[in-house]
């Protein structure tokens, strides 16, 4: 268990590492940093001054652990649209952000789960695969066009809910559902194949034979051995709903880092891009290592691997 | 002479027998087609079906649009579909805030869509297949090194990666088609990688191996030949999510640039009005979402049956 949890560790502290190289040759890639980072209208003298201020002539690998020293104090610039420090900007907006996922998550684990096992007790009727199609359509659909579609006609036709801001739990809704429905499709298609895979196990033909309820069956049984995989599935889906949230979050107005960044990016406001993206990659690799840890307890044996 | 010829006769016959029953060829075609509808099969079709009309359709664009996709007549602007209300019937699917035929657009559109496709998944499995190739067939350190830059890799969102590096570097279809590909060479390498692990264990490796062949061409007539069908399988589900990206790109602005029509950035466009045109919004969604479609569909019918 400990060589696991230190390797993992290891493994994770090295992602960290590549995500602050990653930020850190940011500013490289869009040609010269000095000038990527002075306000538009800066003058020359204006540039070649940051340049020497920030240490822009010196060593590039000096430069990189001066970039991550200040990352470490939480210092990664001013923000040059808001005027402001760009990692506390950046820190302000993460709970909504958080909020979203985590919304969006459980809509995903309510609707996925219970859709599937049905899915899978009904492999011979209409079921399996109408619950298919409509994983394959969810797969398909592009996030940002669901969210469209559905401002559209819940916002704008039925008035039902609000088509954009943060509010109360209705502010919630179409937001979270537009970022779960890839994953309700990849998720439910995931609980299909391994529970029919279980139920064609000698323990569930035991488990019938003993005259147990389907419902122990399902719950006590199956349910167990098919959560690994699952999780799996889901663990990965957490990380890319922070990816995914960018999207939505401009579609939605939601006030999260995602949109944030789009903001930064429209006013090529360079520290800020900086600081999201490192906050995101640090805020990415947390909960990899969270899900990878917490596999521990569903599967043992990787304990001993 | 009967006796001697007796059984080339038969063969003859027998040959000109089957010639002449044209109900076999008949028969061949029906249960090949019957084959094709049964279970996944019917999804091969319709996916083939939809793949096929839109490379036609971005092949054969500037004789299919019925307008000229460039084309802006402000007094045309925001026209409804042709079956609505107040529409100009030359407008099958009316047209955008700047007056150009939506329709054409869309046609014109497949072309980024597909091309954009294509490029990357080119480019994500030319360095995920070399790596993959490497790591399985060569083992040892170097293995270690490359999948421990996959794990890294993977550790991160791509469509973030892609954001961050997009916003940066400045936009274009050709950025597009390698910041996409190369954030996405990881899938391929971890499937090669693996296939190429079992297969490289097959006797006829070892049988090579013996006879003198080299390592060049067991890996390019051997190991690759017998990896291509988990290859293809991780191409399609690589295509779909690379158009699905490239429109995500280009919604958010950071794709390919105006006036090149692509969906993502027609839906980009649309955003601003549409709450008075929603065939705007619609169209080209259906547009990514029917290709998406076609391609999953593909992609579904080759994997192993369950």
């Given at each position: 268990m400990l060589r696991y949890f230190v390797k993992r560790l290891?493994?994770?502290?090295?992602?960290?590492?590549?995500?602050?190289?990653?930020?850190?040759?940011?500013?490289?890639?869009?040609?010269?940093?000095?000038?990527?980072?002075?306000?538009?209208?800066?003058?020359?003298?204006?540039?070649?001054?940051?340049?020497?201020?920030?240490?822009?002539?010196?060593?590039?690998?000096?430069?990189?652990?001066?970039?991550?020293?200040?990352?470490?104090?939480?210092?990664?610039?001013?923000?040059?649209?808001?005027?402001?420090?760009?990692m506390s900007m950046?820190?302000?907006?993460?709970?909504?952000?958080?909020?979203?996922?985590?919304?969006?998550?459980?809509?995903?684990?309510?609707?996925?789960?219970?859709?599937?096992?049905?899915a899978a007790s009904r492999r011979d009727s209409f079921a399996e695969p109408f619950v298919n199609i409509l994983c394959l359509l969810t797969i398909s659909t592009p996030t940002f066009w669901l969210g469209l579609l559905l401002i559209l006609v819940f916002a704008e036709y039925l008035r039902w809910l609000p088509a954009s801001g943060r509010g109360g739990l209705q502010n919630l809704v179409m937001p979270a559902v537009t970022l779960g429905a890839y994953s309700i499709g990849l998720t439910t298609k995931m609980v299909v194949t391994t529970t029919s895979a279980e139920l064609g196990r000698g323990y569930v033909t035991t488990a019938r034979s003993k005259g147990l309820k389907e419902q122990v069956i399902y719950s006590r049984h199956i349910l167990k051995n098919m959560l690994i995989p699952v999780v799996t599935v889901l663990g990965l889906q957490l990380g890319a709903f922070l990816g995914g949230t960018t999207i939505v979050e401009v579609v939605f107005a939601w006030p999260g880092i995602g949109w944030l960044m789009m903001q930064a990016i429209n006013s090529r406001d360079l520290p800020l891009i900086r600081a999201v993206v490192l906050i995101m990659g640090v805020f990415f690799t947390v909960i990899n290592l969270a899900v990878d840890l917490s596999y521990c307890y569903l599967e043992p044996r990787i304990r001993y691997e | 002479m009967s006796e001697k010829t007796?059984?080339?006769?038969?063969?003859?016959?027998?040959?000109?027998?089957?010639?002449?029953?044209?109900?076999?060829?008949?028969?061949?075609?029906?249960?090949?087609?019957?084959?094709?509808?049964?279970?996944?099969?019917?999804?091969?079709?319709?996916?083939?079906?939809?793949?096929?009309?839109?490379?036609?359709?971005?092949?054969f664009a500037p004789f299919l649009a019925p307008h000229d996709y460039k084309e802006q007549?402000?007094?045309?602007?925001?026209?409804?579909?042709?079956?609505?209300?107040?529409?100009?019937?030359?407008?099958?699917?009316?047209?955008?805030?700047?007056?150009r035929d939506l329709l054409s657009r869309i046609i014109f559109g497949a072309r980024t869509s597909l091309l954009v496709g294509v490029g990357a998944v080119i480019v994500a499995g030319s360095i995920g297949t070399i790596l993959g190739l490497l790591a399985g067939f060569v083992g040892g350190k170097l293995d270690s090194v490359i999948m421990r830059l996959a794990d890294i890799q993977l550790s991160f969102s791509a469509i973030l990666l892609c954001i961050a590096i997009m916003a940066v570097i400045g936009q274009g279809l050709s950025k597009v088609v390698i910041v996409l590909g190369v954030v996405s060479w990881v899938q391929?390498?971890?499937?090669?990688?693996?296939s190429t692990l079992s297969v490289k264990e097959e006797l006829y490796i070892e049988a090579a191996r013996a006879i003198g062949v080299s390592n060049w061409r067991i890996v390019t007539h051997h190991i690759l030949p017998n990896i291509s069908r988990p290859l293809m399988v991780i191409t399609t589900v690589n295509a779909a999510r690379q158009i699905l990206n490239e429109a995500a790109l280009s919604f958010l602005g950071l794709g390919v640039q105006p006036p090149t029509p692509a969906w993502g950035s027609m839906l980009?466009?649309?955003?601003?009005?549409?709450?008075?045109?929603?065939?705007?919004?619609?169209?080209?969604?259906?547009?990514?979402?029917?290709?998406?479609?076609?391609?999953?569909?593909?992609?579904?019918?080759?994997?192993?049956?369950?």
């Amino acid at each position: 268990m400990l060589r696991y949890f230190v390797k993992r560790l290891g493994h994770a502290i090295l992602v960290l590492l590549a995500v602050t190289i990653l930020v850190f040759l940011l500013v490289y890639l869009s040609g010269d940093p000095a000038r990527a980072l002075s306000p538009i209208d800066a003058t020359e003298e204006d540039v070649e001054n940051l340049r020497h201020q920030l240490g822009l002539d010196q060593p590039l690998y000096i430069q990189y652990f001066r970039f991550v020293q200040d990352a470490l104090h939480g210092d990664l610039g001013y923000s040059y649209k808001y005027r402001m420090p760009a990692m506390s900007m950046a820190l302000q907006r993460l709970p909504a952000t958080l909020i979203l996922a985590l919304a969006s998550f459980t809509i995903t684990v309510g609707i996925s789960i219970p859709l599937g096992i049905f899915a899978a007790s009904r492999r011979d009727s209409f079921a399996e695969p109408f619950v298919n199609i409509l994983c394959l359509l969810t797969i398909s659909t592009p996030t940002f066009w669901l969210g469209l579609l559905l401002i559209l006609v819940f916002a704008e036709y039925l008035r039902w809910l609000p088509a954009s801001g943060r509010g109360g739990l209705q502010n919630l809704v179409m937001p979270a559902v537009t970022l779960g429905a890839y994953s309700i499709g990849l998720t439910t298609k995931m609980v299909v194949t391994t529970t029919s895979a279980e139920l064609g196990r000698g323990y569930v033909t035991t488990a019938r034979s003993k005259g147990l309820k389907e419902q122990v069956i399902y719950s006590r049984h199956i349910l167990k051995n098919m959560l690994i995989p699952v999780v799996t599935v889901l663990g990965l889906q957490l990380g890319a709903f922070l990816g995914g949230t960018t999207i939505v979050e401009v579609v939605f107005a939601w006030p999260g880092i995602g949109w944030l960044m789009m903001q930064a990016i429209n006013s090529r406001d360079l520290p800020l891009i900086r600081a999201v993206v490192l906050i995101m990659g640090v805020f990415f690799t947390v909960i990899n290592l969270a899900v990878d840890l917490s596999y521990c307890y569903l599967e043992p044996r990787i304990r001993y691997e | 002479m009967s006796e001697k010829t007796n059984g080339y006769t038969g063969m003859a016959l027998a040959g000109r027998e089957v010639a002449a029953r044209p109900s076999l060829k008949l028969e061949f075609f029906r249960r090949a087609i019957g084959k094709l509808l049964v279970r996944n099969n019917l999804m091969t079709v319709i996916g083939g079906a939809i793949i096929t009309t839109i490379i036609l359709a971005a092949v054969f664009a500037p004789f299919l649009a019925p307008h000229d996709y460039k084309e802006q007549t402000l007094s045309h602007a925001l026209l409804p579909p042709s079956w609505s209300k107040g529409a100009n019937s030359t407008y099958l699917l009316g047209t955008d805030h700047l007056g150009r035929d939506l329709l054409s657009r869309i046609i014109f559109g497949a072309r980024t869509s597909l091309l954009v496709g294509v490029g990357a998944v080119i480019v994500a499995g030319s360095i995920g297949t070399i790596l993959g190739l490497l790591a399985g067939f060569v083992g040892g350190k170097l293995d270690s090194v490359i999948m421990r830059l996959a794990d890294i890799q993977l550790s991160f969102s791509a469509i973030l990666l892609c954001i961050a590096i997009m916003a940066v570097i400045g936009q274009g279809l050709s950025k597009v088609v390698i910041v996409l590909g190369v954030v996405s060479w990881v899938q391929y390498a971890r499937v090669v990688r693996g296939s190429t692990l079992s297969v490289k264990e097959e006797l006829y490796i070892e049988a090579a191996r013996a006879i003198g062949v080299s390592n060049w061409r067991i890996v390019t007539h051997h190991i690759l030949p017998n990896i291509s069908r988990p290859l293809m399988v991780i191409t399609t589900v690589n295509a779909a999510r690379q158009i699905l990206n490239e429109a995500a790109l280009s919604f958010l602005g950071l794709g390919v640039q105006p006036p090149t029509p692509a969906w993502g950035s027609m839906l980009s466009e649309a955003r601003g009005f549409f709450r008075i045109a929603w065939w705007n919004t619609v169209f080209p969604g259906l547009a990514i979402l029917v290709t998406v479609l076609g391609i999953n569909l593909l992609g579904q019918a080759l994997q192993p049956r369950q």
